[in-house]
Nanobody, 121 residues
Framework: QEQLVESGGGLVQPGGSLRLSCRASGFTLGYYAIGWFRQAAGKKREWVSCISSAGSASYVDSVAGRFAVNRDSAQNTASLQMNNLKPEDTAVYYC???????????????WGQGTQVTVSA
């Protein structure tokens, strides 16, 4: 079965860190660009970051300098390291994969099920 599975979410205090993982099964993630998205309660899903198949990364301005996306082709995984977390980062985080191009909300080959990140004191 071809799927993406996220893990690593949880509750963290402001200023803390979390590392999300996105594991692919049933297909080779190395041929795909990987995107991270998030959706806060009552808000639309938004794009957070993307890493191309070649390893080039991009970020939304609100997380640039705090988040870092990586990929490990040998493990068929991707990760999102989140540092200096803020309450406004609270959301369900999703990874997505699209063949050769960064996924967006309308064009993605695979979506994970999401993992909750809560930033609160």
């Amino acid at each position: 079965q071809e799927q993406l599975v996220e893990s690593g979410g949880g509750l963290v205090q402001p200023g803390g860190s979390l590392r999300l993982s996105c594991r692919a099964s049933g297909f080779t993630l190395g041929y795909y660009a990987i995107g991270w998205f998030r959706q806060a309660a009552g808000k639309k899903r938004e794009w957070v970051s993307c890493i191309s198949s070649a390893g080039s990364a991009s970020y939304v301005d609100s997380v640039a300098g705090r988040f870092a996306v990586n990929r490990d082709s040998a493990q068929n995984t991707a990760s999102l390291q989140m540092n200096n977390l803020k309450p406004e980062d609270t959301a369900v985080y999703y990874c997505a994969a699209r063949f050769r191009s960064c996924p967006d909300l309308l064009q993605s080959d695979y979506w994970g099920q999401g993992t909750q990140v809560t930033v609160s004191a």
